[in-house]
């Protein structure tokens, strides 16, 4: 089947990211695009803790790049990229920003890969996984394959759904739309670049509880909620 380019409006998207660290502000103080031609070059290209906070801006198009408040959310998984930190649609030389049309589709797709991680590493159990809700809204043309496309939705091998990405990156596609394949009926997105969604908004703090085999339940830090995780 061939693949459509289809416009994808969400009133919201959501994406759960790792909260160990406080969020970089650095990209918020960039409002004109032309000063990211300062920050690429002099001091942050000397001054070596500068220039790991910033990535590899050369990995972003200049008129692709974004700023302001919530852009180190866009800019971060674009300028800090490896090959040890993979995804169905980016190979870590390049990267993309996924989000989920809920909360829950969302929660499910950090659950599955935070569960590989605790079991790889003998995780002893207890509450282990911090994670920061972002919410935004999506308006964007996308590939759309959330029909006839099984074989880039594969559990575990992202040998094909890489390389088209790589495919569709390269002729010039803002990124895909396709189901989730951790939450069967929910959808998910993979933009290619940071201006495509709107820049998100912090929403709750919560934390994972891994049983020792799975994740069960997760913790709301704002308030102490407890919620089961079942599936």
């Known amino acids: 089947m061939t693949e459509s380019e289809t416009r994808v ?6 994406r759960l990211i790792n909260s160990a660290h406080p969020p970089i502000d650095l990209f918020e103080d960039i409002a004109d695009p032309e000063d990211w031609l300062l920050l ?20 972003v198009p200049e008129e692709r790049r974004v700023g302001g408040p919530g852009a180190s959310y866009l ?7 490896s090959p040890d930190h993979q995804g169905r649609f980016h190979d870590g030389y390049f990267g993309a920003f996924y989000g ?7 929660l499910f797709e950090t659950v599955y ?27 964007a043309v996308l590939t759309d394959i959330r029909k006839g496309f099984d074989d880039l939705l594969d559990p575990h091998d992202y040998g094909r759904s890489q390389a088209f990405a790589r495919e569709r990156r ?12 951790r939450n069967p009926g929910g959808t998910c997105f993979a933009s ?8 998100p908004v912090q929403g709750h ?3 994972y509880h891994w049983d020792g085999r799975k994740v069960d339940m997760f913790k709301v830090l704002s308030d102490g909620s407890v919620y089961a995780i079942s599936g």
């Open 170 to 181: 390269a002729d010039g596609a803002n990124g895909i739309v396709y189901p989730s394949v």
């Open 40 to 59: 690429g070059s002099g001091e942050s290209k000397t001054n070596p803790r500068l220039a790991q906070t910033i990535g590899n801006l050369d990995l």
């Open 113 to 139: 890969h935070t569960q590989i991680f605790c079991a790889a590493t003998e995780e002893a159990p207890g509450w282990i996984a911090d994670k920061r809700e972002l919410i935004g809204k999506l308006d």
């Open 205 to 207: 703090h919560i934390t």
């Open 192 to 199: 290619f670049h940071p201006d495509v969604v709107s820049a």
């Open 75 to 81: 800019m971060a998984p674009f300028v800090h990229v």
């Open 100 to 106: 989920a049309e809920s909360f829950e589709t969302a």
């Open 9 to 14: 409006t969400w009133d919201k998207y959501y």
